[in-house]
């Protein structure tokens, strides 16, 4: 099925959405055309100074990082595709420029069915119905399922839940005490400069730690051909791929 991700996930739903939702989350592989926004975060990163030396540790992964900053300015791309697995995908590269250092923030998230037992332990609708899995950061080390819903407004609400991590060999789901999850939310805002602007807010919580990572704040989106003109479905830029696909969940 080649409709956008995000529809195939919600199902009927999509068209709840916002009509600005609907446009930003229309990308199809094989499009020719990738989506660029470029706004200012009102706040972004990581509030609790005592916890930055830890994410300094693991800021090379383009997951975390230790800053944190008001009216900051920030560039995302969005490219759909089908990753090295045939799973239809969007891939997100996020450039967060904080004075004196760009940091890079990058994830891919893919379509998978859900099985018959999963459907039945999860509450889930018909079988063979669609969900999306998010692979965080440069190596794709992490995955978490993505609940996604559309409020009465027309907004995007979606949680990140039940995380793994993949280190070699191993799949090491995080027991719920130690696991952080995203809570989003993303809109339309017509009272935001002279035509409206998107606007997004993300807080990742961790139950022992409290509030690990935020950000929010509002951008102008617009779609743009590839350069070349490239239609196949597969086609993502050599500086979006990550350093290692996951296909595991």
């Known amino acids: 099925m080649n409709a956008p991700i995000y529809q195939q996930a919600l199902g009927a739903d999509f068209s709840r959405l916002q009509p600005e939702l609907q ?5 199809v592989p094989g499009s020719g055309r990738y989506g660029v926004g470029e706004g200012t975060f009102d706040v972004v990163g990581c509030r609790q100074s005592w916890l930055r030396p830890l994410m300094r540790l693991t800021s090379s992964e383009e997951a975390f990082f230790p800053e944190y900053g008001e009216n900051v300015p920030f560039r995302i ?7 090295p697995f045939g799973r239809s995908s969007l891939t997100a590269r996020r450039e967060i420029r904080f004075p004196g250092r760009t940091r890079m923030f990058q994830d891919t998230t893919s379509v998978n069915q859900w099985s ?3 459907e039945q332990g999860k509450g889930k609708g018909p079988r063979g119905g669609s969900h999306l899995v998010d692979y965080v950061g440069r190596y794709r080390r992490m995955v978490t399922d993505l609940n996604l819903r559309v409020t009465p407004e027309g907004r995007l609400r979606g949680v990140s839940e039940a995380s793994r991590l993949f280190l ?3 799949r090491i789901p995080l027991p719920s005490a130690l696991d952080a999850k995203a809570y989003a939310e993303q809109w339309w805002d017509p009272a935001v400069g002279p035509a409206g602007r998107h606007r997004i807010q993300v807080k990742v919580i961790q139950p022992q730690i ?10 102008d989106y617009r779609l743009r051909p590839y350069t070349g003109g490239s239609s196949a479905q597969s086609f993502l830029p050599r500086y979006a791929q990550p350093d290692r696909w996951e296909n595991r969940t």
């Open 23 to 27: 446009e930003y989350f229309s990308l």
């Open 77 to 83: 791309e969005n490219h759909a595709h089908l990753d």
């Open 116 to 118: 018959e037992e999963q």
């Open 168 to 170: 070699g060999p191993l």
């Open 210 to 219: 409290g509030l690990v990572l935020v950000y929010a704040g509002s951008f």
